[in-house]
């Protein structure tokens, strides 16, 4: 077997030296009735690399890929392009295969990538401090209610209708669990956000108030008057981002009040993937550090003087604090971070700002022509490179007919809120920098012969 | 001495103690420093081509736009893949050698896997695209859950959750599920105190009490003093088989009886799954819930640091709770995810949602990859190479180094020493640091707690017998170094890109950011960057 080094000669000498007559005796402990006498029947045993490739080239085979079709999905997972280098880097076996920098001195490479992704993502932010990555925004956003919980001592999140519905979703879950108060604000079809049912919902037992922007409709809330209301009553803001490039373009969350802001990083460097492993980010303001989940890598000294860095303030940390801890969270997304810290290094400031204006140029052209589809209106007054489009019938369906035409366009607001029969005409559409001028003339083209009722 | 090699060559000794001299550029030959991004990089530079925006923003956008670009720096492509490639440089990686983690599992990761989850079919699409054009994505996971579930004998699995405390976090909120339908309170949580401290923490943020287990002088879990814990408050207990000693829970099937005769849940630790893949399945001991690290037993890379992956195999009497969404295949042959929209018809005990999409599809087209490569048979030979070279490590060190266990019998996947018998002054932190001198990735230091002192070694299947000689020739020569007193192991490493870094500097005035320098054009104060 190609991965396994030991030879037959190389176990037997083993075995001598440990005393043992077959590698059986090493399984003694085992009580005997649960030893499998054989490999586990009707499994297939080791195959070739070349058959192994088959077989999932064979699955892939089965989907359509994003780059094979005109393509307009987001809610919350972007398809950007990803400059090469990104890829390759990652692969550096160093990266790839190491572990947590538990031990500093042989993990500086890990390290320093760490600190220097905190940095960007407080930057992009607009917050003190980052910490080394959760695993996804969903997750993050759970975390930051909890670590809102803590440092308010209150326990009543207010979650906008604007969240994505599986962020809200995620904590609707955990608080189930914990006992704590979630107030979901419900989802409306309005051309902006309702930040004042947001602000109505704030009261002086409210711990947070979640606000994702912009909102998973693509609409862009008013943070700044959210959290003047929220700090009012000693709230927290926490700022919900899902698309990272649109701080290019829009102000950064930390700027409008956000305390803290947790968002979704898998636009830069990661790709789509399926839904995983994406990127979990996290800021705040540095006076909350010690209430902060996940691990911090932080700037220090080696015994000789020299600049180096390490993982601290683990004392927040399970395997330090175990049932005392912020979070229970191990692992963070290591080499999506690296992703994501190598993609922005290469774009810079300048280059997030151009790409971000790209962005919202290709949206634009995109709701321009879809507005010219006959019984299709755009809901929103502001977006960034996504909104909601309103067609004469139920989302579901017409996505439907558009993939039988092979054109994947966009995500319907009825799969995203099946229980929401009002939102159900609402379809969420995307654009980026990837679009082309003939992918959206062949999305608009296919939604006037689905909405006119014509077979694909 | 044992052959380093097939060939016995070694490395030439050269002349110890050369003198080292400055060098103009910080640099010595290979050893490349280098700055940090926000150091290299400037305003003006973009490593990527990018096109005028064909549009002004749209007017209903004006109130929202930045005031400013964001200050990052940005560099060429050819800078950013120098600036990445030395400091990948200042990495130790199991693609540089013995990486021997006591219960991390750094294994071998094929770079098949690599290209295969590159594939465009799964790399580039789209978690929410109408399920009609990712049925081959839905497939992958459908297999991943069908060896999952075959390899560990349970009724099901929940793919969603992304690493291994979540998993665990999946399989409490189960059992929690499974408490609230049958109108129960129960609100402790048994975890043995040898346990990782994800398994304390996790029971605390899903809500239960912990109370600690101890272990037996053989570094089991004291079964008699479990069962003096049961009782009809007891909502289950957390158990590591093999555990974080490196043994097998021999009792295992005893405890479960007991707690399921007190009306409890059994949740299995899967993090050292890979000792017993193909030998032994977790289903005929009475687990209810045990996640498996797909970056451990499955070979995905650990990527200094994530992504993980979590899913959770579960009993007949936990399946119905598993968390949205999942995949089911119809009678038309084709494959469902069931989510919020369709939850309701035959799932509508499933105990909410854990993630915003399906979990770590990339990990699992790693993961689907190395199991058909190994097949039922090579999984097998895995645990039992595995299981062949700790025990290997063990008996060749215990004669100088103290195994607290060895006298129980063979271990599994990992050997645990202890310091004890160190000169004075000497620990398990000086053994550490000095086979980072000798090349080595340390073991696992200091855990599990129950053991003074602790270096757990994990060598995993993938380390040749003349790999393990020449880390067992230095761990040899590092126990006979610190039993003799020699002070130069206390200021070890000699030869890493870092000394000894200094941790209480660092916590007492974290730096987490770069701060800049003062009076460098791009650099933003703290009050300017949002600050408190």
Excluded at chain 1, 123 to 138: E, K, P, Q, V
Excluded at chain 1, 146 to 154: F, H, Q, V
Excluded at chain 1, 254 to 269: F, P, Y
Aim: charge should be negative; glycine fraction near 10%; charged fraction near 20%.
């Amino acid at each position: 077997m190609r991965y396994l080094p030991l030879t037959p000669a190389d176990r037997a000498s083993m075995l001598e030296t440990i005393g043992a007559a077959t590698v059986d005796d090493l399984f003694i402990d085992v009580p005997a009735e649960a030893r499998l006498a054989g490999p586990i029947e009707g499994l297939p045993a080791h195959a070739s690399e070349m058959a192994v490739e088959r077989h999932m080239s064979a699955l892939a085979a089965k989907n359509l890929s994003a780059g094979a079709a005109p393509f307009f999905l987001g809610a919350g997972a972007y398809r950007h392009h990803v400059p090469a280098s990104v890829d390759h880097l990652i692969q550096r076996g160093e990266f790839l295969t190491a572990y947590t920098p538990y031990q500093p001195e042989i993990a500086q490479g890990t390290l320093q990538v760490l600190f220097e992704f905190q940095t960007q993502v407080a930057r992009l932010f607009g917050t003190d401090i980052a910490n080394a990555s959760m695993y996804d925004g969903s997750t993050a956003c759970w975390e930051a209610i909890l670590m809102a919980a803590r440092i308010t001592r209150k326990g009543r999140s207010v979650l906008s209708g604007g969240l994505h519905p599986h962020y809200g979703e995620v904590v609707r879950t955990m608080a189930k669990f914990t006992k704590d108060d979630i107030v979901s604000l419900a989802p409306e079809l309005t051309a902006d956000p309702d930040d004042a049912a947001v602000i109505a919902a704030i009261d002086a037992t409210t711990s947070c108030v979640v606000v994702q922007y912009p909102d998973v409709m693509g609409r862009i809330p008013d943070l700044a008057a959210i959290s003047e209301a929220a700090h009012a009553v000693g709230a927290l803001v926490i700022a919900v981002i899902t698309e990272p490039v649109a701080l290019g373009l829009i102000e950064a969350p930390g700027m409008l009040g956000a305390d803290i802001v947790v968002g979704e990083g898998q636009s830069l460097g990661v790709g789509l993937q399926f839904g995983g492993p994406y990127l979990g980010l996290f800021g705040c303001r540095e006076k909350f550090v010690r209430q902060m989940p996940g691990r911090l890598c932080g700037q220090t000294v080696d015994a000789e003087g020299k600049r180096g860095f390490v993982l601290t303030l683990s004392t927040r940390e399970q395997h330090i604090r175990r049932e005392k801890a912020t979070s229970n969270i191990c692992t963070n997304s290591g080499l999506c971070a690296l992703a994501f810290s190598i993609h922005l290094t290469l774009l810079g400031g300048e280059g997030l700002a151009r790409l971000a204006a790209v962005n919202h140029a290709r949206a634009q052209q995109t709701f321009e022509r879809l507005a010219k589809v006959p019984g299709v209106t755009i809901l929103n007054t502001a977006y960034f490179n996504e909104a909601t489009v309103i067609l004469p019938r139920d989302a579901r369906e017409v996505v439907r007919e558009l993939a039988d035409r092979q054109v994947l366009g966009g995500v319907s607001l009825g799969r995203l809120f099946p229980v929401a029969d009002g939102l159900h005409n609402g379809l969420l559409v995307a654009a980026t920098e990837t679009t082309t001028d003939e992918d959206i003339e062949a999305f608009a083209t296919a939604l006037e012969a689905v909405l006119a009722g014509a077979s694909a | 001495m044992n052959a380093p090699n097939a060939s016995g060559w070694r490395p030439s000794m050269g002349e110890a103690g050369e003198a080292k001299f400055a060098t103009s550029s910080g640099d010595y030959g290979l050893m490349l420093e280098e700055a940090l991004s926000f150091e290299l990089g400037s305003a003006d530079k973009c490593g990527v081509d990018i096109d005028e925006p064909s549009r002004a923003p749209a007017a209903g956008l004006s109130k929202f736009l930045r005031k400013s670009t964001p200050a990052l720096p940005g560099l060429t492509e050819p800078e950013t893949v120098r600036h990445y490639t030395r400091l990948s440089r200042q990495n130790y990686a199991i693609d540089l050698g013995p990486f021997p983690l006591g219960s991390c599992t750094m294994k071998h990761n094929p770079r098949l896997n690599e290209k295969m989850a590159r594939l465009p079919g799964f790399a580039d699409v789209h978690p929410m695209q109408p399920q009609t054009t990712v049925q081959g994505a839905l497939e992958v996971i459908e297999q991943l859950a069908d060896w999952l579930i075959t390899l560990t004998g349970m009724a099901s699995v929940a793919m969603s959750p992304k690493a291994g405390a979540h998993g665990e976090l999946c399989g409490l909120l189960c059992i929690r599920a499974a408490l609230d339908a049958r109108g129960e309170t129960r609100d402790v949580v048994l975890v043995p105190e040898s346990a990782h401290g994800t398994n304390p923490a996790t029971a605390a943020f899903a809500g239960f009490k912990v109370e600690s287990i101890p272990a037996t002088p053989a570094g089991r879990v004291d079964v008699a003093a479990l069962k003096a814990k049961l009782g009809p408050n007891v909502a289950g207990v957390m158990i590591t088989n093999p555990n974080t000693c490196g043994l097998f829970e021999p009792d295992m099937r005893e405890i479960a009886d007991a707690v399921h005769a007190a009306g409890g849940y059994v949740y299995c630790d899967g993090a050292n799954f890979n000792a017993i893949v193909g030998k032994v399945r977790p289903g005929d001991l009475g687990v209810d819930a045990m996640h498996i690290n797909l970056h451990k037993t499955f070979s995905t890379p650990h990527g200094g640091g994530g992504p993980g992956a979590g899913p959770v195999v579960l009993s007949e009497a936990l399946a119905p709770f598993a968390p949205l969404p999942f995949v089911t295949r119809g009678a038309d042959g084709s494959i469902h995810l069931v989510e919020e929209e369709n939850a309701a018809e035959g799932h509508a005990q499933a105990f909410g949602r854990m993630v915003a999409f399906h979990g770590q599809m990339g990990m699992f087209t790693r993961a689907l990859t190395y199991i058909l490569s190994h097949g039922a048979d090579g999984l097998r030979t895995v645990a039992e190479d595995a299981v062949l070279n700790a025990n290997y490590v063990l008996r060749s060190c215990e004669d100088l180094l103290p195994a607290p266990f060895a006298d129980s019998g063979p271990c599994m996947h990992e050997a645990l020493f202890s310091d004890a018998g160190l000169a004075e002054g000497f620990s398990t932190l000086d053994i550490a640091k000095g086979l980072i001198d000798e090349g080595f990735h340390p073991m696992t230091v200091y855990f599990p707690l129950v053991v003074k002192g602790a270096m757990l070694v994990e060598p995993t299947e993938t380390e040749s017998k003349a790999g393990l000689d020449r880390f067992i020739a230095s761990l040899r020569s590092l126990a006979e170094r610190a039993k003799a007193g020699d002070e130069s192991l206390h200021s070890a490493p000699h030869f890493a890109p870092r000394r000894r870094l200094d941790e209480t500097l660092a916590a007492r005035k974290p730096v987490l950011v770069w701060q800049g320098e003062p009076g460098i054009p791009g650099t933003p104060s703290l009050s300017e960057i949002g600050g408190s």
